[in-house]
Each structure stands twice: as structure tokens, then as C-alpha cells.
């Protein structure tokens, strides 16, 4: 029997409509975007039609959409762009100390290159205050990229707030929603935000394809060079049956947000419950209000939590942030909300998604709270 998944803010399976979406391109349809023939035109057409999906999920014209190769490309591509396109302007780029390592080291490579970067804290909540960020403008900041939810504890930012901050300065805005995309609205009519980047691996859509929402009017200097792929913004062809996925995912996503919404945190709650009812010692991390409705991260207190994972076959979740689950240090974003060690050290992140079920929730609350006083017991 395979282990329960609790892990959806890693990755997500391919939603079985999104799958089956894609299928007629692996085969059928494998014609070339750009070729002014049959077969370069139904795959054209399938690209249009996948770019007004997602921008029908956003709330933006579809020419506002750049496909790319996943979240990372579209941070790279969101930072590195305005900042190169806009260097006669200015050399100052306002961050936070939370984000994910796609952001914060393209930051670093950019502070090698004479860009100067301020990583604003957060506070216990890993909430980052508007007033510190508007006290860090200078004259020279010419970007803000702050994510809208934090991919560890799930802690959601006020990114209309930072935005009207930014458009008073004239100072470009971009958010990194790998992790909000499909979970609560992204709006970008009620963020305002000027870029805002997608991992369609995030919500259901296969691995190796995100979008980059760069509104009208924005700058970004090219990073791949060729053809005029992409409003001449992203040279290569297109991954064509990958965006036809990532359109579906996005499709389905707007349908079903609220029914979605509602099943994660109600998975989410319960678990949260079992454990406290269980395991009184234990500790939330993140705003308990301002949060992605499926995103649980916990501390056990004296216990390591790749200790307690190792000791669990049948549940998959993180210990921290995914992409240092190999890891025993403490992860940036519990060291900048300034987690007492005992408790960091013990934190595992679950995150359910919309096929997680109550069974599932029941299990996991037995294993992990069974586990965790035998581990205590043998110490």
C-alpha cells in the first residue's frame, strides 16, 4: 500500500481531467506553434487557448501570459528582467528573509553584479510589515518582490497593501504565487500586482511548466534569446502539451476554488485537531487566520522531525521546507521568525490537497502522535 500524501505544497499529482486534456498532444496534435500549416496551427491554437485559461484565472488579458519552464524560470525571469531593464533607473531591490530560494538567490547573484538587496524580517507570524517596507524605499529602488504565501507555514502577505505602496514610488512589484495559485483567489485586478509567477506543478498540472503574468507596460530585458516566441518576450517553441495542461489545471482551478478551498482546510482543521487533542505539546507556526487553507506546519517539541519521518512509512509529509527535507538545519524561515530551537528543530509541514481524504487525516493523527511518544520514551 503506498504512503498517505501530505506533501501537496512539494508537488501535485496531474489532475486526472488535466491528464486526459493533454493526451491528444503527445500524438495527434504535435505540430510546431510557429508553422503556418495544419498541423503548426491546431497546436497554435491549443497554446491561445491555454493562455486564456490561465489569464481567465488571474483576472488579466491573456497577452499578459508567458509560459515558462516552471516557478523558478518565472522568479528568474521577473527579477533579473526588471532588474537588468531597469538599471539606468536605479540598483535597489526590496525582498523579504522568507522567500523561497528561487527569489533569494537570484537576489545574491544580483548583489554580486552591484545590485543592492534589502531582505526585510517578518515577525512571529512570519507576516512582513508594509511600515518597515516603506521605510526601506530609497530613491534607487527600482523592484519590491515579496510571495504571497509563504511555501513553509503558509502565512499569507498583505500584497495589496505592498502594492499600493509600490505604485505610490513608481516601483515595480512582483510576487512569487507558486504556492497561493488554485488554493485562494489571485486576482491580479485586486492584487495589483505588476508580475505575479505560477508552478503549474503546484495545482495538479505536470512538472517542468509555469506562467509569468507581466502586466502592460512593464520592461523586462530578455534572458533567452532566439526567435520571437512569447511576444518576442521568451525565445524557444513551446512545450506545447505541458501548457495545454497548465491551461486545464487553471481552468478547473477557477471552477472548483471555493469547493477546494473548503475540503483542504476542513482536511487541514481536523488534522490539526486530532494532533492537539492527542498531543497538547505541540506548536502552530504561521498566522493562525492569514493562512493557505491547506497548509499545517507543526513543531513536537524534543523531537527532531526527520527523526519522527524517518520513523513513519506510511505518511508523506516535509520536515521544513520541501527543498531542504534532507536537511537537519533549521530552515530560513523558522530561523526569521525566530522559532525556539527545541521547537524548530521538531517541525513537520503537512499540506493536504483536494483529494485528501478524512480516512487519510484519521491515520495520520494515530501514526504521527504513536510514533512521537515512543520517540520521547526512548530518550
Known amino acids: 500500500?503506498?504512503?498517505?500524501?501530505?506533501?501537496?505544497?512539494?508537488?501535485?499529482?496531474?489532475?486526472?481531467?488535466?491528464?486526459?486534456?493533454?493526451?491528444?498532444?503527445?500524438?495527434?496534435?504535435?505540430?510546431?506553434?510557429?508553422?503556418?500549416?495544419?498541423?503548426?496551427?491546431?497546436?497554435?491554437?491549443?497554446?491561445?487557448?491555454?493562455?486564456?485559461?490561465?489569464?481567465?484565472?488571474?483576472?488579466?488579458?491573456?497577452?499578459?501570459?508567458?509560459?515558462?519552464?516552471?516557478?523558478?524560470?518565472?522568479?528568474?525571469?521577473?527579477?533579473?528582467?526588471?532588474?537588468?531593464?531597469?538599471?539606468?533607473?536605479?540598483?535597489?531591490?526590496?525582498?523579504?528573509?522568507?522567500?523561497?530560494?528561487?527569489?533569494?538567490?537570484?537576489?545574491?547573484?544580483?548583489?554580486?553584479?552591484?545590485?543592492?538587496?534589502?531582505?526585510?524580517?517578518?515577525?512571529?507570524?512570519?507576516?512582513?510589515?508594509?511600515?518597515?517596507?516603506?521605510?526601506?524605499?530609497?530613491?534607487?529602488?527600482?523592484?519590491?518582490t515579496i510571495m504571497h504565501a509563504n511555501n513553509e507555514v503558509g502565512t499569507i502577505q498583505p500584497i495589496a497593501e505592498i502594492a499600493k505602496i509600490a505604485k505610490e514610488h513608481g516601483i515595480v512589484f512582483h510576487t512569487d504565487a507558486a504556492q497561493s495559485v488554485g488554493k485562494i483567489p489571485t486576482r491580479v485586478d485586486e492584487l495589483e500586482v505588476d508580475l505575479l509567477t505560477i508552478a503549474g506543478h503546484k495545482l495538479y498540472a505536470p512538472k517542468g511548466i509555469g506562467a509569468l503574468y507581466v502586466r502592460g507596460g512593464i520592461r523586462l530585458e530578455k534572458l533567452i534569446h532566439g526567435a520571437d516566441h512569447e511576444q518576442d518576450l521568451r525565445a524557444g517553441t513551446e512545450n506545447v502539451l505541458e501548457i495545454v495542461g497548465l491551461g486545464q489545471a487553471c481552468e478547473i482551478a477557477k471552477r472548483d476554488l471555493e469547493k477546494n478551498t473548503r475540503h483542504m482546510q476542513k482536511m487541514r482543521d481536523l488534522l490539526y485537531a486530532g494532533l492537539r487533542q492527542q498531543r497538547g505539546e505541540i506548536r502552530l507556526n504561521g498566522h493562525p487566520e492569514k493562512r493557505l487553507p491547506n497548509t499545517l506546519s507543526v513543531c513536537f517539541k524534543s523531537i527532531e522531525a526527520n527523526t519522527l519521518l524517518a520513523e513513519i512509512e506510511s505518511v508523506a509529509a516535509s520536515a521544513g521546507a520541501a527543498c531542504h527535507s534532507d536537511s537537519v538545519r533549521v530552515s530560513s524561515v523558522l530561523e526569521a521568525m525566530q522559532v525556539d530551537l527545541e521547537y524548530a528543530m521538531g517541525t513537520v509541514r503537512f499540506s493536504t490537497g483536494k483529494m485528501t481524504t478524512e480516512e487519510e487525516v484519521n491515520h495520520t493523527v494515530a501514526v504521527f502522535v504513536k510514533t512521537a511518544r515512543r520517540l520521547l520514551a526512548e530518550k
Open 1 to 144: 500500500m503506498k504512503p498517505i500524501y501530505l506533501d501537496y505544497n512539494a508537488t501535485t499529482p496531474i489532475d486526472p481531467e488535466v491528464a486526459e486534456a493533454m493526451r491528444p498532444y503527445l500524438f495527434e496534435y504535435f505540430g510546431n506553434p510557429s508553422s503556418s500549416h495544419w498541423y503548426g496551427i491546431q497546436t497554435k491554437k491549443a497554446v491561445d487557448e491555454a493562455r486564456r485559461q490561465v489569464a481567465d484565472l488571474l483576472y488579466c488579458n491573456p497577452e499578459e501570459v508567458v509560459f515558462t519552464s516552471g516557478g523558478s524560470e518565472s522568479n528568474n525571469y521577473a527579477i533579473k528582467g526588471t532588474a537588468f531593464a531597469n538599471r539606468e533607473k536605479g540598483n535597489h531591490i526590496i525582498t523579504s528573509a522568507i522567500e523561497h530560494p528561487a527569489v533569494l538567490e537570484v537576489c545574491k547573484y544580483l548583489a554580486e553584479k552591484g545590485f543592492q538587496i534589502t531582505y526585510l524580517p517578518v515577525d512571529e507570524f512570519c507576516l512582513v510589515k508594509p511600515r518597515e517596507l516603506q521605510n526601506s524605499i530609497r530613491p534607487q529602488t527600482i523592484l519590491i
